[in-house]
């Protein structure tokens, strides 16, 4: 499987689906655990980083540099 490079601020999209039904995470806390925000109900959800590279599916938009 190819490494994914993601980072803090980037939208991802997960293998599944929130149960809002949207599929659109900001990822707003990195670290050993991984906190993902769903943009379609503001609900956050704490990750550990080894089990979101397993359920992450790709980056839909990089963060803006500043």
């Known amino acids: ?7 803090l ?9 929130h149960p809002c039904g ?3 995470w900001k990822i ?3 670290g050993m655990d991984i906190r993902i925000k769903c ?9 550990p980083r ?3 590279t397993k359920k992450l599916k790709k ?3 990089k963060a803006e540099e500043e």
């Open 1 to 7: 499987m190819a490494e994914t490079d993601f980072g």
């Open 9 to 17: 601020n980037d939208v991802v999209q997960m293998k599944k689906p």
């Open 22 to 24: 949207e599929n659109k």
């Open 28 to 30: 707003i806390r990195m």
């Open 39 to 47: 943009l379609g109900c503001d609900h956050s959800v704490m990750i």
């Open 50 to 52: 080894r089990e979101f």
């Open 59 to 61: 980056v839909i938009e």
